[in-house]
């Protein structure tokens, strides 16, 4: 079998470049694809194998790739939860605003694709930090309960609970007056497509409802 190529920190897809930056997550979502096949998106090794790039890590390959050709959007989406290292999200986040600021590249727009559990794995309230640095927040919902919840997205012991958890995260960030809120559920889960869009719509969210194979979107 042929070597897997280096993990990658940065990676394209569409109009956006992604940053994958760590692979832990306290849930191990049904869909998601790193529990299927190996953690390759589009060619792209997104295995770090335990190793987590540093914030100026993040930040060089970052610059490199942005160089290469135009993006419209900086997005922090891996295959793991970008809060679990919220100092290396924010610490790259303020980094693209100052840039930004600087004209060095061309306007865009940076997003945040979270399982909204950020405040109970920091232990705070974390949106007002993502706030100043995050101009779109995209939350998995992923279910209508708390049961349903559970049995989709499968979280880890201390996080059983993180249903309202997320819930009360979508409403912080739409109060927050990001540019905009998105609420998420995946198809073919068991989950109630139209349920969860109330809730989300209820919540101060747009809803997104992805395709079961859709794992970067």
């Known amino acids: 079998m042929a070597k897997q190529e280096t993990p990658k920190t940065v990676y394209r897809f569409g109009d956006g470049v992604y940053l994958n930056i760590t692979n832990r997550c306290p849930n191990l979502c ?6 299927k096949w190996r953690m390759d998106f589009h060619g792209n090794n997104l295995n770090l194998e ?18 290469k050709a135009p993006f419209k959007e900086v997005v922090f989406c891996g295959y793991g939860e970008p809060t679990m290292r919220l100092d290396v999200l924010l610490f790259t986040a303020q980094t693209l605003k100052g840039w930004m600021a600087q004209a ?7 997003r945040l694709n979270t399982n909204g559990l950020g405040n109970l794995i920091n232990h ?25 919840w559970r049995k989709i997205v499968r979280p880890a ?30 198809d073919r889960t068991g989950a109630d497509a139209e349920a969860v869009k109330k809730i989300a719509e209820a919540d101060g969210a747009q809803f997104y409802l992805r395709s079961f194979l859709d794992a970067q979107d």
């Open 30 to 35: 049904a869909f998601c694809i790193k529990t």
């Open 50 to 67: 335990g190793n987590e790039p540093s914030a100026n890590d993040v930040v060089a390959a970052l610059d490199a790739e942005l160089k």
């Open 104 to 110: 060095k590249y061309p306007p865009f727009k940076i």
């Open 124 to 148: 705070k309230n974390i949106v007002p930090e993502l706030r100043r640095v995050v101009d779109i927040v995209n939350v998995s919902l992923n279910a209508e309960n708390a049961e349903v």
């Open 157 to 186: 012991e201390g996080y059983e609970d993180g249903y309202d958890a997320v819930r009360e995260f979508i409403r912080l960030c739409a109060a927050a007056g990001f540019d905009r809120v998105v609420a998420s559920c995946v």
